[in-house]
């Protein structure tokens, strides 16, 4: 069965470093997204991709985040640098399109501490 | 912006037992996803509602969109460990082609053998 690739699975790091997610969506799959879960809270959408393209990262806080979807298959998402309050789940999910009724597929998750 | 409250925040339920978990928006729905999470784990899709009155099941799972389609529950019956886990709502917007979800802050379900 088809599935959302996340890594790592875990990432600790220090304040002020910087760390990077990878995610590979399943096949076929154009839309992309990338949310953030702080412990004990619904996921919050950061970006969204349809193919290499952004479609909504308005929840992006740009002046430490980036995301990149270069060739619209595989995705990296950065952080630099990295702040304590950046301490969270961040998901991966990928649907056919991202129109009404398209189901979104989530990956794992990467779990970042940061000390 | 559009706003899930889910309750109960957490609920205990003796294996064996019925329970309901309910979403509420603040304003229309027009696409409705109900999400089961493991702990520290991702989601995974439970069932999906567009239109007012729509319920689905799906073996013992039944979610439900009331007429207005600002309200959905989620039925659990003769509950059985393996659907403890964190549960979410999450709704989609009108808008073709921007398919964020919001998510509502989750409701942990622990079963008690």
């Known amino acids: 069965e088809a599935e959302v690739a996340q890594s790592p699975r875990y990432k600790i790091t220090e304040k002020s470093q910087a760390v990077a997610f990878w995610c590979d969506p399943i096949?076929?799959?154009?839309?992309l997204y990338w949310y953030r879960q702080i412990l004990g809270q619904g996921p919050e959408l950061l970006v969204q991709f349809q193919d290499e393209s952004v479609v909504d990262d308005s929840q992006l806080p740009k002046d430490r985040f980036s995301a990149e979807r270069l060739k619209g298959v595989d995705s990296t998402l950065k952080i630099q640098p990295a702040e304590l309050g950046d301490s969270a789940m961040y998901l991966c999910a990928s649907s056919l399109a991202g129109g009404a009724g398209n189901e979104q597929f989530f990956g794992p998750g990467t779990r970042l501490t940061v000390l | 912006s559009q706003e899930l409250e889910q309750s109960p925040q957490s609920l205990i339920v003796q294996e064996g037992k019925n329970l309901t978990i309910n979403c509420t928006s603040s304003k229309t729905l027009y696409g409705l996803y109900w999400y089961k999470q493991k702990y520290g784990e991702g989601l995974i899709f439970l069932m999906m509602?567009?239109?007012?009155?729509e319920e689905k099941s799906h073996e013992k799972i039944t979610a439900k969109l009331d007429e207005k389609k600002q309200q959905s529950s989620l039925h659990i019956t003769a509950s059985q460990p393996s659907h403890a886990g964190i549960y979410l709502c999450g709704a989609g917007p009108r808008i073709q082609g921007a398919q964020k979800l919001v998510f509502g802050q989750g409701t942990r379900l622990t079963i008690n053998p």
């Open positions: 096949s076929g799959h154009a839309t």
């Open positions: 509602l567009q239109k007012g009155g």
